[in-house]
């Protein structure tokens, strides 16, 4: 089982750069989610998605977009890298979200130079 | 709003010893209570959850925790320590009706496990 597939798992962007962190999942969950995560700050909500084609912000959205236009993928873009980017960005799927588990990717570590 | 509290940061136990890793958290609503478990360059695992059954909670690896609501806790405790248990454990709260903002994580507290 593949479970929540995250790619790259490394990367390392210059000030300005954008690119886009993959996240894949096969449980057919409708709810997903991107987090980034801080030392000593635990993980905090991006964006995330109740289902195909509805996207809505979390706790720390700036600098983030967002898409889902399938069920299984849900793609994180940085328009225009920054240091304080730099982070471990994971996302998750659940079922329905609230009051069920969430199924974390492995990680994606960026650093923005 | 939801919040989580994890009142140590770092927790250092002997192995063969038992572990207390402690979680208050604040919601509205009737909440479920979730503990993830990180190990060093990985992603997180659940260990265990709350939703609104028994109390007491058995999880994997030995973790078990228990619901209390007049202490707004859900502290997590195994009976005896093992070297693989050194880890960061986060608290994650849910009430579950306001869908976007499903799970607020604890800062997290770090494990370490003295031969």
């Known amino acids: 089982n593949a479970g929540v597939t995250q790619t790259p798992k490394f990367q390392v962007l210059k000030t300005g750069q954008s690119m886009t962190l993959q996240c894949a999942q096969d449980?057919?969950?409708?709810?997903m989610s991107w987090y980034r995560q801080d030392p000593g700050m635990g993980l905090r909500l991006i964006h995330y998605?109740?289902?195909?084609?509805?996207?809505d912000q979390g706790e720390v959205p700036n600098g983030y977009n967002v898409s889902r236009s399938t069920t299984e993928d849900f793609p994180l873009r940085l328009l225009s890298a920054a240091p304080s980017q730099t982070s471990v960005y994971f996302c998750a799927s659940s079922y329905q979200g609230g009051h069920t588990e969430a199924f974390f990717g492995q990680g994606t570590r960026l650093t923005v130079v | 709003a939801q919040s989580v509290t994890q009142l140590d940061s770092h927790v250092s136990v002997s192995e063969g010893t038992p572990v207390l890793l402690r979680c208050n958290y604040s919601s509205s609503y009737s909440p479920s209570l979730f503990w993830y478990v990180q190990h060093p360059n990985k992603g997180l695992q659940l260990l265990l959850k709350y939703t609104s059954a028994a109390t007491l909670v058995k999880g994997i690896n030995g973790f078990e925790a228990e619901f209390k609501k007049s202490e707004t806790s859900f502290h997590l405790t195994k009976p005896s320590a093992h070297m693989s248990d050194a880890a960061e454990y986060f608290c994650?709260?849910?009430?579950?009706?306001?869908?976007?903002?499903?799970?607020?994580f604890g800062p997290g507290t770090r494990l370490s496990v003295l031969p």
């Open positions: 994650v709260v849910s009430d579950g009706d306001n869908y976007g903002q499903n799970f607020v």
């Open positions: 998605s109740v289902g195909a084609g509805i996207t």
């Open positions: 449980m057919n969950h409708e709810y």
